[in-house]
């Protein structure tokens, strides 16, 4: 069956799955339950006999659950590929995570382990239903589109997400507005309800207009269970002789590390190292998801008037700078942090969009997406994995968060490095 390309009813179920997943990346993953950890679990938690801070706990919790699906996502992907079934292993890590954030209401704060557990689920769900989301877009769309719908995508994610965030923000602020008690965890904890909710019902649509390919071939199960890994070799060795993919996927994995290690973690920054209140701390992450939609705009009209590499070398240098002044952020002081994460704002939506389009752009022709997007995905989880890691083992060692934004600006300066080895002009002739 051949798909066709460029469909308005098929591209606008595609850009939904952003309106419906991204209420985890800032609800769960940024915004809210970060912060309600820190504030309900103990400040230090005994792990095999050793006590460590609950922050560095829940930054390896992060870790762990991109370096589960890292290793995880080829097998899959492999498997719904040859079967051209990705659409049905994109909903079961949908309902995986949504189900996760769920489970998320019973976690109360000394129960340390419930938090930790369905946070690594649910994160899971969510970078394993990216795999298939992002693989989709050569196969829907032309070269041509790539950036515009890509940062159209992002733009309707800025823009759900901070829609059920304004909610829940009312809902633990003003608690009797909704008829609930002040001074008790659950408005927080139906704002994780809300989460799953959201992500389940919202994900429908675009279920309903993403195409499905059936492929009626069979094979042994040892062969089906490691054609996944065998693909993303094969898919390795293809972009070992595709230069600028090369390129590219190796300044991606670098950069990638301190943008996602930022976005996971500036929350716990701000509440443990700066001693921010909570609310200011929740008004601030909504403001920057107000200014990532023109951001991922902007960087998308960048990437058209001039280059893709020259829109992620920027964005690249603005992070450096933004590093450099979180290092230097006095505690309890709210406008510093505020017009950090203006900064933040502007760069976050663009810098992601622009490098999922930039990879598609590079793609050599080849039909089985779902397994080179899988390359493009280990690249990006492992490249968390470690940086979270890092992170956590830093604030672990010194007990400070700073130091661990020094490791962010090695990562930054080195993704700067290796982007200007990327060609400018392949980009433009794909485009």
Known sequence: MTIKKNDPRTLQGWVMYDWANSVFSLTIA?????????????????????????????????????????????????????RGNKKNYMRFFVWMGALSCMAMYFFTGPNVWLGIG?????????????????????????????????ARGFAMGYAGSTLLLIVNLLLIQQPAWFGLEAGTTLPSRIAFLSVGIW???????????????????????????TKGYQELRKAYGKARKETMLKRFLLAFFVYNM?????????????????????????????IIQLIAIPGAWLFSTISRKYSNVHALGLAVLIWIGICFAAYFLPEKENVPF???????????????????????????SQEDTASYFSLYEFAEKTGIALGTLCYGIIDHITHDMRNSVIVLIVFFLAGFGLLLRVNDQRLKAAS
């Open 30 to 82: 940024t915004a809210v339950f970060p912060i309600y950890y820190q504030e309900t679990t103990p400040k230090l938690v005994e792990v095999a006999g050793n006590w460590i801070r609950n922050t560095a706990l829940y930054e390896y919790g992060v870790s762990a659950a991109f370096i589960l699906i890292a290793f995880i996502s080829p097998l899959l992907s492999g498997i719904a590929d040859y």
């Open 118 to 150: 369905t946070l690594i689920l649910a994160t899971m769900g969510f970078a394993g239903s990216l795999v298939y989301y992002n693989s989709y877009l050569p196969d829907i769309a032309t070269s041509d589109r790539f950036d515009t719908l890509s």
């Open 199 to 225: 992500w389940i019902a919202f994900s429908s649509f675009t279920f309903k207009r993403l195409p499905s390919v059936r492929n009626t071939a069979t094979l042994p199960v040892k062969q089906l269970l």
């Open 258 to 286: 301190g943008v996602q290690t930022i976005m996971y973690l500036a929350t716990l920054f701000g509440k443990d190292t700066l001693k921010l209140e909570t609310a200011y701390l929740i008004v601030t992450v909504l």
């Open 338 to 364: 505020f017009l950090l994460g203006a900064a933040v704002g502007i760069v976050m939506g663009g810098v992601q969009s622009t490098s999922r389009a930039t990879y598609a752009k590079l793609l050599p």
